[in-house]
């Protein structure tokens, strides 16, 4: 057990190892490197655009109508992400976000300061569970929980995934000291981004998933043999 334990350890590695190496140089070992001038990695291929994540995407914000209104909580038939969902992306084995565990209303959304957000939307956890991230399948809103992004033309949802899951570390110490662990809407619009053009983003995120699902059930079988040794 002890042994596949140490398996499991190095395949998280691994994983990790995957993503930052596939959004910070990309698939050719050869290609010419710059300075990126971003805080959380030194070098990025020279051909690749860095700056604020506000030049690629559009952040928003989510919201929860009030609750001592019961009007906003009936007929609810928008999906409504919040922290009782983030379990589906703890792991960081899924991609896409779930059946949310509540929806709202069109009356609550019209009263708050909730948005609907398109398809492809990017979410990252903003409070107790930090730095967490999926893409919403389908049209949806989320609690105030939650920094969202909408991918302008330069930028794939998928692509704007694995940066943030490459970018866990950062998330960390940009809430070190806190009371409560909170990315602040200041260091959010501040994020720095490297980014190459959306045909290489392509090819990283076809890569990068094929690899990954490979890491993911070599995981899992790991998994069912510590499960069968302790039965």
Known sequence: IEKKQ???EQLAEKRKALITRTVTKGLNPDVPMRRSGLAWVEQIPAHWESGNIRRFASMKTGHTP??????????????WFTLADVWQIR??????????????????????????????????????????SGIMPAPMATSQDFWNWICGPKLTPEYLLLLFRAMTDEFELSTNGSTHKTIYQGV???????VPKVDEQRRITRFAFSELHKIDVARERIEDSIALLHA
């Open 188 to 194: 959010a619009a501040g994020l720095r981004i490297c």
């Open 6 to 8: 140490a398996l499991l």
């Open 66 to 79: 009030s609750r001592s209104v019961s009007e906003y909580w009936d007929d609810c038939t928008i999906p």
């Open 91 to 132: 792991d960081g084995t899924r991609w896409y976000l779930q059946e949310t565990a509540e929806k709202i209303s069109e009356l609550g959304l019209e009263n708050s300061a909730a948005e609907l957000l398109p398809t492809g939307t990017v979410i990252l956890s903003r409070t107790a569970s930090v730095g967490f």
